[in-house]
């Protein structure tokens, strides 16, 4: 059985970092991607970032691309995202999940296996 547990978030300041980490369990080999996905009160879910852990491939929503790396990769269970620069409208609950596609945009709809929630508030 495939899970998944989130951990990481806090509460921090405009401007400041946060990491989250996801850990993946389940899994035999590597040919599966794994996606940050955020959702802010009132809001839909939405995606984040990316990653196969296989070959690396990534993919950054707009609104962060050039402030979140996501990490990951076949000799680690683990898939980190790395926030800096954060903003108030980073604000939600992350979560991680996973799917053994790719699928450009990174889609939540194409993600079948989710872990728990982790809160990320950043304060102005």
């Known amino acids: 059985e495939v899970q998944l547990q989130a951990y990481g978030g806090g509460l921090v300041q405009a401007g400041g970092s946060l990491r989250v980490s996801c850990v993946v369990s389940?899994?035999?080999?590597?040919?599966?991607?794994v996606g940050w996905f955020r959702q802010a009160p009132g809001k839909e879910r939405e995606a984040v970032s990316c990653?196969?852990?296989?070959?690396?491939?990534?993919y950054y929503a707009d609104s962060v691309k050039g402030r979140f790396t996501i990490s990951g990769g076949s000799a680690k269970n683990t898939v980190d995202l790395q926030m800096n620069s954060l903003k108030p409208e980073d604000t939600a609950v992350y979560y991680c999940a996973t799917d053994l596609g790719w699928y450009a945009g990174c889609p939540v709809r194409e993600y079948d296996v989710w872990g728990q929630g982790t809160q990320v508030t950043v304060s102005s």
């Open positions: 990653i196969t852990q296989s070959n690396g491939r990534t």
């Open positions: 389940g899994f035999t080999g590597d040919s599966y991607t």
